[in-house]
């Protein structure tokens, strides 16, 4: 499933570009059409699972989750949902959501990074003791 993954990938994409591009006067029809899309994209992480490692499909769905969420909370934040007495909260919650996302993604890559740096250790001791 790896090429057509990244084909899967690549169309869509495509069509967020064409999406943010056609409709830039349309705020409402860009989130809900990039809802939509980051929903399908769900839906074919966990039915395809196109990533060997079970923490890559982890990350991959919790990060579409994340973008998800991001956009509903940018439905509360827009001005066609009328008069919104929690406007501050929802915005303190995209920003909470940006930290939460790019956290996770941090901790990910280090821990993929001490797993290398700890084989590589290991290899360099064995080399050492042979």
């Known amino acids: ?63 579409e989750l994340c973008v998800s969420l991001y956009l509903y909370l940018m439905i509360c934040l827009t001005d066609f949902q009328g008069e919104n007495p929690f406007r501050d909260a929802l915005s303190y919650s995209v920003l909470g959501l940006v930290i939460l996302t790019v956290s996770a993604n941090l901790l990910k890559a280090m821990w993929f990074d001490a797993q290398i740096l700890k084989d590589w250790v290991r290899k360099k001791l064995r080399e050492r003791r042979a």
């Not at 495509?14 to 705020?27: H, Y």
């Not at 899309?37 to 990533?51: D, G, K, N, V």
């Not at 923490?55 to 919790?62: G, K, N, P, Q, R």
């Open 1 to 63: 499933m790896g090429i057509n993954w990244k084909i899967i990938n690549n169309i869509r994409w495509f069509l967020t570009m064409a999406v943010l591009i056609s409709l830039r006067d349309n705020a409402p029809g860009q989130i809900y059409l990039l809802l939509a899309t980051s929903l399908l994209f769900q839906a074919l992480l966990l039915s395809y699972r196109p990533y060997q490692e079970t923490s890559t499909s982890v990350m991959a769905f919790f990060n």
